[in-house]
T-cell receptor
Framework: EDKVVQSPLSLVVHEGDTVTLNCSYEVTNFRSLLWYKQEKKAPTFLFMLTSSGIEKKSGRLSSILDKKELFSILNITATQTGDSAIYLCAVWASGTYKYIFGTGTRLKVLA | DAGVIQSPRHEVTEMGQEVTLRCKPISGHDYLFWYRQTMMRGLELLIYFNNNVPIDDSGMPEDRFSAKMPNASFSTLKIQPSEPRDSAVYFC????????????FGPGTRLTVT
């Protein structure tokens, strides 16, 4: 059965800290891995990763994929209280438009 | 564009009642997805449509759940009869075939079944 596992489940840090969120997967016919940020409402798209070893960056957020070891990490540097959210990882398999989501990592950044 | 629109935003109902959730996708998007989110199970795909046709409903938990998409601008998810374990946030999302990697989520419907 296809699955996506995220760790840690929750994390509390102070402003200015750097955090690393993990996502591992077992999916038949892997195509892409996506990261979403969910604040109080709907998830919003952050990154899509398809190739191993190529870092995607957006401001203080960055992410990389390792297709050999079947995982991805999302890094957030110099965290701010506005980074507090649930971070979701999803995997998209070839031949389908179905995404399989992990349960998410709940990040809380304290001032 | 108004984005994906869902109604109602909150629904409280008693066990055994019928519940209908509604979704209007972004105009021009040809894929529509229904998800359910709970603390225990995270975000689960229930069903998705392509050009109004159901493609994969393997995530629909049981026969009490049904979904329809009568046209390109409207979809419903119905639960009959509802049970307390159906309490969750239900999201609708849509995407454009030309941008297959990015789904746009609606604001969700928070359902509470007492």
């Amino acid at each position: 059965e296809d699955k996506v596992v995220q760790s840690p489940l929750s994390l509390v840090v102070h402003e200015g800290d750097t955090v690393t969120l993990n996502c591992s997967y077992e999916v038949t016919n892997f195509r892409s891995l996506l990261w979403y940020k969910q604040e109080k409402k709907a998830p919003t798209f952050l990154f899509m990763l398809t190739s191993s070893g190529i870092e995607k960056k957006s401001g203080r957020l960055s992410s990389i994929l390792d297709k050999k070891e079947l995982f991805s990490i999302l890094n957030i540097t110099a965290t701010q209280t506005g980074d507090s959210a649930i971070y979701l990882c999803a995997v998209w398999a070839s031949g389908t438009y179905k995404y399989i989501f992990g349960t998410g990592t709940r990040l809380k950044v304290l001032a | 564009d108004a984005g994906v629109i869902q109604s109602p935003r909150h629904e409280v109902t008693e066990m055994g009642q019928e519940v209908t959730l509604r979704c209007k996708p972004i105009s021009g998007h040809d894929y529509l997805f229904w998800y359910r989110q709970t603390m225990m199970r995270g975000l689960e795909l229930l069903i998705y449509f392509n050009n109004n046709v159901p493609i994969d409903d393997s995530g629909m938990p049981e026969d009490r759940f049904s979904a329809k998409m009568p046209n390109a601008s409207f979809s419903t998810l119905k639960i009959q009869p509802s049970e307390p374990r159906d309490s969750a946030v239900y999201f609708c999302a849509s995407k454009d075939r030309d941008k297959p990697y990015e789904q746009y989520f609606g604001p969700g419907t928070r359902l509470t079944v007492t």
